[in-house]
């Protein structure tokens, strides 16, 4: 097996998740953080190991999205992801082939330099009717979709929870999702799973170790399903005003939210000037292409009227100052399916956790690194400290000080292994 080489990054600006360095160093052997400090390398530092000296860069944490869908097992998610820092991504549902062929291509060592690491959730707990089988039926309805439909649980009865969990278990969930989707925000009224099931679902996965993430939009469904036990939230809530009850229901049961607000904005056509802003930089089509580009420009719109992002980003607000931990996720589909890309749409919700909900650069960047690997239970990355994975992303300038310089990824190493280095 290759191993990964041994390397020093120094002269640079360091957040370990946790704290900033201003000045210091990152030692790295075989895929492991060796060693972090400030100041310079020591001079006794054996003179054969490769330094890469970066005045004026700053080293992240890789990046976790802690939401994306790897769209039919396509593994551009995973190379777009790695090309914007992104080291890990976490999938929301997903068919059991397609994990298979994307948990192989990411045991390979091999692949490393290609590939963001990849955790999925596998197939979430549908029940045969409601959502998401609305989104397979009257808005994709191609004959691909309906086949993959066709490999979904149909969950009807708490009788069917036991072999659902242990199903997703063999077929490599690392999470279970769940859904409570009424509808609203779509101006629709849909069928919900009852709670008795919910509660079956996530009682089942806790009993295996494995945590739950929600869909769920409205502060009704939100509670509901917090009621029931969720560990977290995949989308914050977008069609009323939040509620303290809203928090409370966080806190009873220590949850935390992935807010989803750059989709949100798409689904209800909001904000569209900074969607285009994100769309039209040269950083972004750069790396995307130009037609993926436009397709970025679009919107879904089918919140419409229904929802407001106000909404969303005034609950993110709140679980922000009330201590819950937000988890910053893209919900990217990726080529093909409008608004919101792999790797790309990432940063656009990372820059409105700053200036929508007001949060400091810190606090946004914990949401990307610190705070998805502990709460998906990730315990040896987003931090950068001894004995962790060198997943790192290296950006020229300081995202600390302007959060816009993410965008400004120049090297990425995962595991160690130097995926992508830009001279520019
Ligand atoms: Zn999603």
Redesign the pocket.
């Known amino acids: 097996m290759a191993t990964a080489p041994s390397f020093v990054i120094d002269n640079i600006r360091i957040f370990t998740g946790e704290e900033v360095i201003e000045n210091g160093y990152v030692y790295v052997s075989d895929g492991v953080i060796v060693e972090v400090r400030s100041g310079s390398i020591p001079s006794d530092t054996d003179s054969s190991i490769e330094r890469i000296s970066k005045p004026g860069h700053t080293l992240l944490p890789g990046f976790i999205d802690a939401?994306v869908?790897a769209w039919r097992g396509d593994e551009t998610a995973l190379v777009l992801a790695l090309k914007f820092g992104i080291t890990t991504v976490l999938d929301?549902?997903l068919e059991p082939p397609y994990v298979k062929k994307l948990k192989a291509l990411c045991a390979d060592k091999q692949n490393d330099s290609l590939y963001a690491d990849f955790f999925t959730a596998g197939l979430g707990a549908a029940t045969g009717e409601g959502y998401p089988e609305i989104i397979m039926t009257d808005w994709i309805g191609t004959p691909s979709a309906l086949a993959d439909m066709a490999l979904w649980p149909k969950l009807k009865s708490v009788a069917d929870v036991k072999s659902y969990i242990r199903d997703s278990i063999t077929q490599g969930s690392d999470y279970i999702k769940i859904f409570h989707e009424s509808g609203k925000p779509m101006g629709m009224e849909l069928k919900l799973p009852s709670i008795e099931l919910l509660t079956a679902i996530i009682e089942e996965a806790h009993t295996n170790n494995l945590k739950v993430v929600a869909?769920a939009q409205t502060v009704e469904d939100t509670i509901a399903v917090l009621n029931c036990g969720t560990n977290g939230l995949?989308h914050s809530c977008c069609d009323v005003k939040p509620t303290e009850a809203l928090v409370k229901a966080y806190q009873r049961r220590n949850a935390w939210c992935c807010p989803?607000l750059a989709a949100t904005a798409m689904f209800t056509e909001e904000e569209r000037e900074k969607a285009f802003k994100y769309a039209k930089d040269p950083r972004i089509v750069d790396i995307v292409g130009e037609e993926e580009s436009k397709r970025l420009c679009k919107c879904m719109s089918h919140f419409k009227g229904h929802a407001e992002l106000k909404h969303a980003v005034d609950s993110v607000k709140m679980l922000h100052a009330a201590g819950i931990d937000i988890v910053c996720g893209s919900?990217s589909v990726g080529s093909g399916k409008l608004g919101i890309g792999w790797g790309s749409s990432f940063h656009h919700e990372l820059s409105m956790l700053v200036d929508n909900v007001g949060m400091s650069t810190i606090d946004a960047l914990k949401t990307a690194t610190i705070n998805p690997a502990k709460r998906f239970g990730l315990s040896d990355r987003g931090i950068i400290k001894t004995g962790y994975r060198a997943d790192l992303a290296l950006f020229d300038g300081n995202p600390l000080e302007n959060i816009d310089h993410t965008m400004n990824c120049k090297a990425v190493w995962k595991s160690g292994t130097l995926s992508m280095y830009s001279k520019k």
């Open positions: 939401h869908h929301m549902h869909h995949a989803t919900d």
